[in-house]
């Protein structure tokens, strides 16, 4: 991110009318730099580099869940965090993903400026992608500061997203399944 962003981080001290040479901010430009580009190395990872072949083949046909897994994002219309848990299943067809990708493939999509919607379906059609499932579910849910801190200011309030595909869109049961075992 560089120099540039520096200068803008500082540019937003000066406007917010604090003195960007005052001991405790001299190196915030720098450090605000360096954790945007972490907030946002989404941008620069590689879909078939993060999978790195780790897809096998299998006979299993039954539900595969990953649950809970911890995601951090940041809110493209005020760029403030949200933070929340996806939970990711899929119905294999002849072949399996490696455990670690998954939460992988989560950390690609929210390590970007984003929306919850957004993410939630980037997630779901990657992993159909990757996997060529029978069919995946995403639900995510989120809490977000700019809910929270700013606007209707609501602590409590969390938003919950989700899609389905394939046989998960199609058959109530299998949807019906997944809901009720993330929710264990």
């Known amino acids: 991110m560089g120099t540039s ?21 001299l190196r915030t430009p720098q450090r605000a730099a360096k954790a ?7 941008y620069k990872q590689d879909l078939k580099e993060l999978v ?22 940041m809110c493209e219309h ?3 965090p949200f933070l929340g848990r996806a939970h990711i299943a899929y119905l294999p067809n002849g ?3 490696g455990l670690s990708k998954i939460p992988r493939i989560v950390d690609m999509f929210a390590r970007r400026l984003q929306i919850q ?6 997630i779901g ?18 809490k977000h500061l700019c809910a929270m801190m700013r606007g209707v200011e609501k602590q409590n309030s969390s938003m919950t997203t989700s ?21 264990g």
């Open 5 to 25: 962003v520096e200068e803008h981080y500082k540019a937003i001290i000066e406007a917010v009318g604090e003195d960007p040479n005052r001991e405790g901010l």
């Open 36 to 42: 945007m580009e972490f907030l946002t190395q989404g």
């Open 52 to 73: 790195n072949d780790a897809v096998f083949t299998t006979s299993n046909n039954e539900m595969v869940i990953v649950r809970d897994i911890e995601l951090y994002s």
């Open 78 to 80: 005020h760029l403030l």
């Open 95 to 97: 072949k399996v993903i």
């Open 117 to 122: 919607e957004k993410l939630t379906q980037q």
């Open 125 to 142: 059609n990657c992993v159909q992608e990757v996997t060529d499932a029978k069919g995946v579910a995403v639900v995510v849910e989120a």
């Open 163 to 183: 899609m389905m595909l394939g046989r998960f869109r199609d058959d109530p049961r299998t949807r019906q399944e997944f809901l009720t075992l993330i929710r």
